[in-house]
C-alpha cells in the first residue's frame, strides 16, 4: 500500500499562484509515474500532469505553459507549481502514483484549489 497526502491548497485570486505538494509513504517502489488530477464539479476527473521517475513530463493542453510539476525522489514528493491561476482552474486536486511493476493506482484524499475572478 502507497499513502498519498496533499496540501498546498486554498483560495487565491486569478493570476495568482499556489504550490501544491503530495508526500507519499508506505510501500515506495523506484519505477512509477506521479501526477496531479483534477475534479471540478458536475465534471469528470481530468489529467493535469504527470511526471515519472526519470523526469519525463506530460501536461494537459489547458495548463501547458502555466503549470510545472517536478518530484523530489529521495523526499518521494511530487509538487505542482501552479501560476497565472484561471478561475476555471478551481476543482479538488489529487495526488496520484501509478505503479508500472503492478499496475497498482493510489490517490490521495484531495485538496480544494478555488481561484476567485
Known amino acids: 500500500q502507497v499513502q498519498l497526502v496533499e496540501s498546498g491548497g486554498g483560495l487565491v485570486q486569478a493570476g495568482g499562484s499556489l504550490r501544491l505538494s503530495c508526500a507519499a509513504s508506505?510501500?515506495?517502489?523506484?519505477?512509477?509515474?506521479m501526477g496531479w488530477y483534477r475534479q471540478a464539479p458536475g465534471k469528470q476527473r481530468e489529467l493535469v500532469a504527470t511526471?515519472?521517475?526519470?523526469?519525463?513530463?506530460n501536461y494537459a493542453d489547458s495548463v501547458k505553459g502555466r503549470f510545472t510539476i517536478s518530484r523530489d525522489n529521495a523526499k518521494n514528493t511530487v509538487y505542482l507549481q501552479m501560476n497565472s491561476l484561471k478561475p476555471e482552474d478551481t476543482a479538488v486536486y489529487y495526488c496520484?502514483?501509478?505503479?508500472?511493476?503492478?499496475?497498482?493506482?493510489?490517490w490521495g484524499q484531495g485538496t480544494q484549489v478555488t481561484v476567485s475572478s
Open positions: 508506505g510501500n515506495i517502489f523506484d519505477i512509477n509515474a
Open positions: 511526471i515519472t521517475t526519470v523526469g519525463t513530463t
Open positions: 496520484n502514483d501509478y505503479i508500472y511493476s503492478t499496475g497498482a493506482d493510489y
